[in-house]
């Protein structure tokens, strides 16, 4: 069958053609999303492991430097707070020498803030905090009455 | 498969890695006066396993990501590690000889210029 219309080479040109325009309509940065099968999952995705001694929580945040994120525990939870900004967004319209055309966002932007619960007490004093390449890596040391006790047996 | 010492026997790694799983980063592309700039996040990577191939047409964006093997059992699990890879078809008319790649803050940003034959020329026009 043909479905071709007058004025247009192939029907998939003026699919192209759309798909485009909606692109450069969409100006606005996404909202940041982690990696989650939900679109809108919670930002930054972590993964936690727990040893006999702390608690370590890994998180990506590319494009954040140390500064920019504040890592604090708070009624039994890690909170991880900060802010993405985007970069070189020049707005459409900020002149026509200076035209930028957006084809894909998918870098969210924006301040974002994750309460991790933690199932055991923390030594909020000595949690330690590493940004290396865009990971996070939070070390929360167990409270010394939440690591495990090794109660020795004495014989009779 | 890891031994009792902990450490992972080259053949189980080479497997492993062959087994592991490919990510798509996250992406902006934008065109600035003709030149494609193309940011991506590839958090864990590092200058020297980012891989940057422009051919006939064709960005090809890899990063190599080393486990980060963390010690304990696992609680969470909201993403995985793995090798970065993407593709991107922008035809014809850009300097390959021009792109420059920055990896910084774990993003990698990419520029293509245009070539300079393709930019829009002013004629000056003069009177007679």
């Keep these: 069958m043909r479905t071709t219309r007058p004025g247009s080479a192939h029907p998939l040109d003026e699919l192209c053609a759309e798909v485009d325009r909606l692109w450069t309509t969409l100006i606005a940065a996404p909202p940041l999303h982690g990696w989650g099968s939900t679109p809108r999952a919670a930002f930054p995705a972590v993964n936690v492991r727990e040893t006999d001694d702390a608690v370590l929580v890994e998180a990506e945040i590319p494009g954040l430097a140390p500064a920019d994120v504040s890592v604090s525990v708070a009624d039994d939870a890690l909170v991880l707070e900060g802010e993405r900004r985007t970069d070189g967004a020049c707005p459409a319209g900020e002149g026509a020498g200076n035209e930028v055309v957006w084809h894909r966002r998918e870098r969210g932007s924006g301040r974002f803030e994750r309460r991790i619960p933690l199932a055991v007490a923390v030594a909020a004093d000595r949690v330690e905090a590493r940004l290396v390449d865009g990971v996070l890596t939070v070390r929360c040391p167990k409270a010394p009455e939440a690591q495990p006790r090794r109660v020795p047996v004495s014989g009779g | ?128």
């Excluded at chain 2, 592991?20 to 958090?43: F, I, K, M, N, S």
């Excluded at chain 2, 190599?64 to 970065?84: H, K, N, S, T």
Aim: net charge neutral; no cysteine; aromatic share 6%.
């Design chain 2, 1 to 128: 498969m890891v031994t009792m010492n902990g450490s992972v026997p080259d053949r189980a790694r080479d497997a492993d890695a062959a087994a592991a799983l490919t990510y798509q980063p996250h992406v902006d592309l934008r065109v600035e006066q003709g030149d494609v700039v193309v940011v991506a996040d590839l958090p864990g990577a590092t200058p020297g396993s980012i891989d940057v191939a422009f051919t006939d047409g064709v960005l090809a964006l890899h990063a190599q990501v080393p486990a980060r093997d963390l010690p304990g059992r696992v609680v969470r699990q909201e993403y995985g590690i793995g090798d970065f890879r993407r593709q991107f078809r922008l035809g014809e008319g850009f300097d390959a000889t021009g792109i420059t790649a920055v990896y910084a803050l774990g993003v990698l940003t990419v520029r293509i210029p245009k070539l300079a034959a393709e930019r829009p020329r002013k004629v000056p026009v003069q009177g007679g």
